[in-house]
């Protein structure tokens, strides 16, 4: 039996329909959409079949150092063949080979017209264009979506009368009477109460204000998921772990097309607006990679090759993030470390030059008025001291507790509502969790506001003329010089924000839980730094009143004089933050970066790099997956984790199948099989490909065939070549012997078939075996025993072998 297991299940191929071939599997048990009937038929992210994808007559079915293509029954190449089943992954050595084919194939033009030369100029080029046009979609859409949501979150508590257009901060600044004191108070900005009631005074007013913001938090969150459950389900979610999976290779056709990018633009401005704990910069990825999907589609050098558009999708989450934070650097660096697969020098620049265009546009565009990328761009002046490194580190543990806490709790949580009737629920789950976030959420001001904005509070660093009650010290000081400002005594305003952000921190540690995941679009990345900046500051306030206090104590005499400047409490906000977005993703170089981009400041790297690596250090004691790893798993994707060494002595014998008391392989002969046999054994397995041997008796090894490819060429056949029927003797030899007279026509399939499929003898350690799926990105591999067929191993059965080593379920591996 174990043949290449196919993902999806192709039972009901009949003969002469190629309709049929299509799955009957659900795609919403296989994505795990409750509640929804997904419409492939939109789906755009790959090519479609008809006169789309030509195999390059140089190519001989994807084995290496095949040239010499035998001519079939048709000159033209078969519409289809070299495609790819959804739910499957590509075959990266074939991908590769076609374009260099294709590479030589223009370099060899080139020099034989004018017209051929300029074509290939153009071929070069358009990787370049491809970017620019990925960074200006992307930085355009970024834009869109900053200011739609700042408005939209606005909307929950009131209006501007001055232009119903403007958000609370814009609509005050063109007020002409408003004073510094109160520079967020202004006639032109109504609460609903005033609109209602025509009071903001009182009970009553304050019991409308809270109605109302509940009641627009209910109304976004139940637009969104009711958009994504209707329009596309692929819209929910962070997006990160299917990009990983996508950049390894797999497919998932529809992710990354028109209607996922419609959709998770809208509805991530309405969720963000709904004020759940969770954030856009994940979801910023999924939107930038899907640009780049499309773009694609314009030209053919990726829209015809599938591990090109990969290059490109690289490039387009170093864009996503890069928008998303404001660091074109650190979001390169993020691809690279954390979602690409496959990332040559070449998509290294362009991955910088997109990330450049996107981070231009969105500077262009000003969503925040300020002159800056993000809301919670900052900048400290006072140094750091040596002994500061202690409370770093603490930080940084925290980071990794709080980290390896949320993905346990958050993967069992999504496990359940998985196996359990929750997840046929969807709507109701969200507006549940919503109704709980928003009235937990209104009687406080610091859970009240957005995300962002909190972040942004508690970065600062206050000077004379801040007017929060973090900035809420007894002045005992004579100076004028705002930027001088020493260690003060904490006043009524500071502990009051203390015991406020010990309560924003319980609620977000615990809410943070129950929403990501959720059937809405949902990132991590700011809820996890509310979570530790909320530490880091109530850290910072807590030392710089130590500091103050007791400034003749060993630990502060040194360095810490009386009326000095002695402590940051924003600083200590910002590496708490970098801790638990550590903690949680296990990002380490690209997470330094994109801190240090935010801030501006060199000086503060050690620190960060500190808190990022304990961090890691402590979540990696607790579990060796970060969260986007843990949702791959459990989702049951095939990714091959190329940072994980497998270190278990184990051979291919022990991995492959058949195993000792399994059927035998399933084979075809390469010259005594007629259609009919060939279309029962398509019929009666769910095998994604067969080898091809010279005998049943010999079972010396001649190639490997894949199942789509042999049932769009004998549907084709049977089309377009006269005589072919159920008879008719398929050979995949280079020739066929002479046929009686009177007999039906052959098949000749040789141009399918890989004649170099990567082989593996039985006694070849899994520790091989394992490097070599992972280097090459491999789907199966043929295991001989002195040159005869043994059996075969597919990355699924890789991954399962790995689980197994590791005391995991198998089982949870879903496709190949």
Sequence with gaps: MAMWQGAMDNRGFQQGSFNSFQSSSSDEDLMDIPGTAMDFSMRDDVPPLDGEIEEDKSYNGGGIGSSNRMMDFLEEPIPGVGTYDDFNTIDWVREKSRDRDRHREITNKSKESTWALIHSVSDAFSGWLLMLLIGLLSGSLAGLIDISAHWMTDLKEGICTGGIWFNHEHCCWNSQHVTFEDRDKCPEWNSWSQLIISTNEGAFAYIVNYFMYVLWALLFAFLAVSLVKVFAPYACGSGIPEIKTILSGFIIRGYLGKWTLIIKTITLVLAVSSGLSLGKEGPLVHVACCCGNILCHCFNKYRKNEAKRREVLSAAAAAGVSVAFGAPIGGVLFSLEEVSYYFPLKTLWRSFFAALVAAFTLRSINPFGNSRLVLFYVEFHTPWHLFELVPFILLGIFGG????????????????????????????????????????????????????????ELFNDCGLLDSSKLCDYENRFNTSKAGELPDRPAGVGVYSAMWQLALTLILKIVITIFTFGMKIPSGLFIPSMAVGAIAGRLLGVGMEQLAYYHHDWAIFNSWCSQGADCITPGLYAMVGAAACLGGVTRMTVSLVVIMFELTGGLEYIVPLMAAAMTSKWVADALGREGIYDAHIRLNGYPFLEAKEEFAHKTLAMDVMKPRRNDPLLTVLTQDSMTVEDVETIISETTYSGFPVVVSRESQRLVGFVLRRDLII???????????????????????????????????????????????????????????????????????????????????????????QMANQDPDSILFN
């Design 713 to 803: 060429s004998i549907e084709n056949a049977r089309k377009k070549q006269d005589g072919v029927v159920s008879t008719s003797v398929i050979y995949f030899t280079e020739h066929s012997p002479p046929m009686p007279p009177y007999t039906p026509p052959t098949l000749k399939l040789r141009n399918i078939l890989d004649l170099s499929p990567f082989t593996v003898t039985d006694l070849t350690p899994m520790e091989i075996v394992v490097d070599i799926f992972r280097k090459l990105g491999l789907r199966q591999c043929l295991v001989t025993h002195n040159g005869r067929l043994l059996g075969i191993i597919t990355k699924k059965d890789v991954l399962k072998h790995i689980a």
């Design 401 to 456: 507790l709080w980290g390896a806490l949320f993905i346990r709790t958050n993967i069992a949580w999504c496990r359940k509502r998985k196996t359990t009737q929750l997840g046929k629920y969807p709507v109701i789950e969200v507006l549940v969790i919503t109704a709980i976030t928003a009235i937990l959420a209104f009687p406080n001001e610091y859970t009240r506001m957005s995300t962002s904005e909190l972040i942004s």
